[in-house]
């Protein structure tokens, strides 16, 4: 059975603008503080902050919903894109953000934020899930499963997980 979470769209819109409160507009970077603060939060808590589908793309990995939305301005997003930087339209509203969903952005942002594109692309590429699921010239769903590292907590979530609310 595979573990499936229904995406929280507005956390995930309220995480982007936190991480751009911080300091941090590289929508490359961006994505990867989010990839490592999910993993960190699904790993300790047993569930991820947005539920967004992570993608393993050749330059590292993106979270599929959040990614597709820059590319296209839809309505409410409260950022944009200009090349390859995200600007927040408003601050965001941290009372959609739990306590440990914002220690676990703060540890992404730490292990991320201000780093050089080559750097972040070559730490990112070492993470096992992407490593797992990239293929050459082709874009592929990461399982949440290939992110958990616990056989228990993947076991228990794959019967409750899609029943969570985020």
Not at 37 to 46: M, S, T, V
Request: aromatic content about 14%; glycine content about 4%; some cysteine.
């Amino acid at each position: 059975m595979s573990i499936h979470f229904n995406m929280n769209t507005q956390k995930a819109i309220e995480c982007v603008l936190w991480i751009i409160q911080r300091g941090e507009s590289s929508m490359y970077n961006i994505w990867k503080i989010l990839f490592s603060a999910e993993k960190n939060h699904l790993n300790k808590h047993g569930r991820p902050i947005t539920g967004d589908r992570y993608i393993a793309m050749e330059f590292g990995t993106v979270p599929g919903w959040l990614y597709d939305a820059t590319k296209i301005k839809r309505g409410g997003i409260a950022f944009y894109r200009e090349d390859s930087s995200l600007y927040a339209e408003r601050v965001p509203q941290t009372e959609y953000l739990s306590e440990s969903d914002m220690e676990c952005l703060e540890y992404g942002f730490k292990e991320y934020a201000n780093m050089d594109y080559k750097s972040v692309m070559n730490k990112n590429h070492e993470e096992p899930a992407w490593k797992k699921n990239y293929i050459q010239e082709s874009v592929a769903v990461i399982p949440f499963e290939d992110i958990i590292e616990e056989k228990w907590l993947k076991e228990d979530l794959a019967y409750v997980a899609h029943r969570m609310v985020l």
